[in-house]
């Protein structure tokens, strides 16, 4: 769900004429079918899930707040995977919640509703859309490289809908940085660079070439879950295989 915005078995297997493996998208109540590379690396049953994440969704605040309690009790491991959602969006003409006020409102009700009943603080209304989610998420790729991604992500997205200071801007930034033992001095520039545009651009293609169309998105055996509602099933799969009798 967008804010604005593998694996012994494989469900569906291989097409023998096409060479494309075909991958089963949860999300939003409805099961779609989608095809995926051969050349898209499959998840050891046993291994991560992958937690595809742009800096920028409303809903991927939710996640993030509430990943670690999930970890500890599943006993799963997440990989924490940020990218350009925004991307793809403009790639299939989705428009944003912000040119849509009643969705918008319905979005920021259900943010509020979900926060609630996992016990997550937050503080409404927040800065959104962000004025520049790309640099907030080349500072998340460039922590995914040195070690860490996860804690930057956290710190940015608490000072955004906790302290209401806008993600991917002054003073957030910085004060999320040296949070973490970070020099945002060193941080931004290196964001900024040509190598970790690079990265960036790599780890968004990586998306395409899963189907992904939004955030946040679990990719674990095979199977795409969308929306912070469908963690559950994602860790579900991951660990057994089988969501409401489906094998």
Known sequence: MVADHQGCRHQGGVNEVTGFRN??????????????????AVMPRNDEIEFWFSVGSTYTYLTVSRLG?????SGVRFRWRPFSVLSIMREMNNIPFSTKPVKAAYMWRDIERRASFHGLS???PVPFPLKDSDL?????????????????????????FVDGTEAGSEPNLSESLVE???????VVPLARSDTIGGAYDAATDEARRLNIFGVPTFVTRGEVFWGDDRLEDAVAWHTGGDIKGLK
């Open 23 to 40: 991958f089963r998208v949860f999300g939003n109540g409805r099961l779609k079918r989608a095809r995926t590379s051969l050349r898209v």
């Open 69 to 73: 309690q999930v970890e500890a009790a």
């Open 122 to 124: 937050i503080g409404l």
């Open 136 to 160: 907030a998420n080349r500072v998340a790729v460039l922590g995914e490289t040195e070690g860490w991604c996860v804690d930057y992500v956290r710190a940015t997205y608490r000072r955004w």
């Open 180 to 186: 973490i033992g970070q020099d945002p001095a060193r």
